[in-house]
């Protein structure tokens, strides 16, 4: 079995992308990825988003892609934003 640690900047990476991953489970059903404060409030407060679930989502998902690139969790959620924007045309 081959392990990996995340160290230095991956934790962060790893922690910002878990946390897009949270948004996009609550924005989709509802639920919630921790007991404590949802990745919804962690979000705001530590970048400053404003704006309510789908908002934040939207601004997270774009400033995760710009730090980061693309990537399976990165596109989920850009997915499920233009499923959105679709609708509303």
Do not use: F
């Not at 900047?9 to 910002?16: C, G, L, T, V």
């Not at 404003?50 to 892609?65: E, H, S, T």
């Amino acid at each position: 079995m081959i392990r990996a640690a995340i160290t230095g900047q991956d934790i962060s990476a790893m922690r910002n992308i878990t946390l897009l991953s949270g948004l996009t489970l609550e924005v989709k059903t509802g639920m919630k990825l921790t007991r404590g404060r949802t990745c919804y409030a962690l979000i705001k407060a530590e970048h400053g988003l404003k704006g309510n679930k789908r908002n934040v989502l939207r601004q997270y998902a774009n400033l995760i892609y710009n730090e980061y690139g693309p990537g399976p969790v990165v596109d989920s959620a850009l997915k499920l934003i233009e499923s959105w924007d679709k609708r509303i045309e």
